[in-house]
C-alpha cells in the first residue's frame, strides 16, 4: 500500500528558507502515470495547492508562489522536496504531499498525514 | 488569479439531503476541469471523495454522490451520517495547474 511521509523542521526563521521532504513508500515515484504534488493549509484556513513535480523533473507551479518555490525529486531514493524561501508568517501551514494522477482522469488519491510548520523568531 | 467558491457552511438533519457547489470565476465548470471533492475532518489530512465530476473511488461511500449543477460542480450527500460532519473541498484542473475551493463546513445536527 503505497504512503507518503513529510518530513522537516518544524520552526523556520522568518526570511529563511521553508525545505521539507516527502518520502514515497510501498511503491515507485517513477511511475510514468503519477505526479507528485505539495498543497499547503494556514491554520484554520483553506487549502493551497503549491506545485507538482514529476519524476523526470518536469515541475508545475502556482503562480502566485512560483517566484518563491521550487520542486525537486530524487528518484534514487523516492523522494521529492520542497523549498519556499524568504518565508513570512504566512507561510504558516501544515503542508501535506500527495499523488496525483496523470494524464486523465485528474485524481489526488493518496495524501501525507501532513506536517505542520511555522514561520516565527 | 482563478477563485474557485462554495458556500461556506450548509447544515443538514441526519437522514436528510444536502448538496454542495462549487463555482469557477473563470465561468461555468464542466467536465473539462475533471471536478474532485474531498472530506477533511478535523486534525486529518484530506481524503479523496470523487473525481472527474462523478466518480467514486474504492473506498467512497455509496451516499456522496457528484454532479454538474447550473454551470457548477456539485457533491450531493443522501442519507446523511453524524460522521459526515466535516469540512469539504472541491478542486478543480486548469491545465498544468489546480485551484482549490474555498471550502463547505456541513454540520449535522
Known amino acids: 500500500q503505497l504512503q507518503l511521509q513529510e518530513s522537516g523542521p518544524g520552526l523556520v526563521e522568518p526570511s529563511e528558507t521553508l525545505s521539507l521532504t516527502c518520502t514515497v513508500s510501498?511503491?515507485?515515484?517513477?511511475?510514468?502515470?503519477?505526479?507528485w504534488a505539495w498543497i499547503r493549509q494556514p491554520p484554520g484556513k483553506g487549502l493551497e495547492w503549491i506545485g507538482n513535480i514529476y519524476y523526470t523533473g518536469t515541475t508545475f507551479y502556482n503562480p502566485s508562489l512560483r517566484s518563491r518555490v521550487t520542486i525537486s525529486v530524487d528518484t534514487s531514493k523516492n523522494q521529492f522536496s520542497l523549498k519556499v524561501t524568504s518565508v513570512t508568517a504566512a507561510d504558516t501551514a501544515v503542508y501535506y504531499c500527495?499523488?496525483?494522477?496523470?494524464?486523465?482522469?485528474?485524481?489526488?488519491?493518496?495524501w501525507g498525514k501532513g506536517t505542520a510548520v511555522t514561520v516565527s523568531s | 488569479q482563478t477563485v474557485v467558491t462554495q458556500e461556506p457552511s450548509l447544515t443538514v438533519s441526519p437522514g436528510g439531503t444536502v448538496t454542495l457547489t462549487c463555482a469557477s470565476s473563470?465561468?461555468?465548470?464542466?467536465?473539462?476541469?475533471?471536478p474532485n471533492w474531498f472530506q477533511q475532518k478535523p486534525g486529518q489530512a484530506p481524503r479523496a471523495l470523487i473525481h472527474s465530476t462523478s466518480d467514486k473511488h474504492s473506498w467512497t461511500p455509496a451516499r456522496f454522490s457528484g454532479s454538474l449543477l447550473g454551470g457548477k460542480a456539485a457533491l450531493t450527500l443522501s442519507g446523511v451520517q453524524l460522521e459526515d460532519e466535516a469540512e469539504y473541498y472541491c478542486?478543480?484542473?486548469?491545465?498544468?495547474?489546480?485551484?482549490f475551493g474555498t471550502g463547505t463546513r456541513v454540520t449535522v445536527v
Open positions: 510501498g511503491g515507485s515515484i517513477s511511475i510514468p502515470t503519477y505526479l
Open positions: 500527495a499523488r496525483r494522477s496523470q494524464p486523465t482522469p485528474y485524481y489526488m488519491d493518496v
Open positions: 473563470t465561468g461555468a465548470v464542466t467536465s473539462g476541469y475533471y
Open positions: 478542486l478543480l484542473y486548469f491545465g498544468g495547474a489546480q485551484v
